[in-house]
């Protein structure tokens, strides 16, 4: 059975879904993306010995298959939290306090925006507009809307988070 070694997060990932996708889809072109949705279905992430190996299954050049990971931002080339928060700091969520909010949050995380908690609970992200402006300021956890929160009641949104 085939490992990716990922010494920074002291990982080892099971590689045979993936090379069976790849076996899957050989001959066929334009594939590349399609590999590296697999695989961060499958992983959570693209660290950067499993680009390699991408490289090496495909026969693509490595410089490649990392310039296309890292040209499409729904690929993540660093560790994702369990949890995904996205705070908006668009115009309307900016206006009604958002800036606060970020700023409680990275203090109480100890993270910037983009960052990962050390112990993987939280990625922690700011966006500029999350179509819900109504519900001002807004963030998403999970992908569920929290809207009209002050920065105490975030925190205890992230402390209640398991
Ligand atoms: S500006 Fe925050 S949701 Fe639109």
Redesign the pocket.
């Known amino acids: 059975m085939s490992h990716c070694q990922c010494p920074r997060q002291e990982e080892t990932l099971d590689l045979a879904p993936l090379d069976q996708y790849i076996d899957e889809l050989k001959g066929k072109a334009g594939i590349l993306i399609l590999i590296l949705q697999r695989a961060q279905e499958l992983y959570g992430w693209l660290p950067r010995p499993l680009l390699q190996h991408i490289a090496n299954r495909t026969g693509t050049p490595a410089s490649e298959v990392l310039g296309v990971a890292t040209f499409y931002s729904q690929f993540y080339l660093e560790k994702r939290g369990r949890h995904i928060v996205r705070q ?1 700091d ?4 900016h206006v009604r306090g958002s800036g606060g909010i970020i700023e409680a949050v990275e203090t109480e995380l100890g993270i910037r925006p983009g960052e990962t908690t050390p112990d993987s609970k939280i990625t922690y992200e700011v966006v500029y ?5 109504g519900l ?1 300021p ?1 963030a998403t956890v999970d992908g569920r809307f929290v809207g009209r929160l002050g920065s105490r009641d975030m925190i205890s949104v992230l402390k209640d988070l398991p």
């Open positions: 908006c668009g115009t309307a969520c507009c999350l179509g819900s402006c001002s807004v």
